[in-house]
């Protein structure tokens, strides 16, 4: 039977969600099918102020972290 397992994390923890996948792989002896995934695009960090903010001198934007998702579809015995 197939079925799928979803993993969501944030771009500067991808090593975190790495090692998540990994043991799960490794824990659930399911037979991998497809491995599918999205990073969300970056969005500029507002301030307290709602504005985007701006650092250093030269005026570069200050981005959050994108959103990462992966999904496995697996079958099972």
Request: hydrophobic share 35%; aromatic share 8%; proline share 4%.
């Amino acid at each position: 039977m197939q079925q799928i397992k979803m993993f969501t994390g944030s771009e500067d923890q991808v090593g975190t969600l790495e090692r998540t996948i990994n043991d799960w792989l490794r824990t659930s002896g399911a037979r991998v099918v497809k491995v599918f995934g999205n990073m969300s695009p970056q969005s500029v960090m507002p301030t307290t102020e709602g504005k985007a903010t701006l650092s250093h001198e030269g005026g570069s934007r200050r981005f959050a972290p994108s959103d990462v998702f992966l999904c496995i579809l697996y079958e099972t015995a």
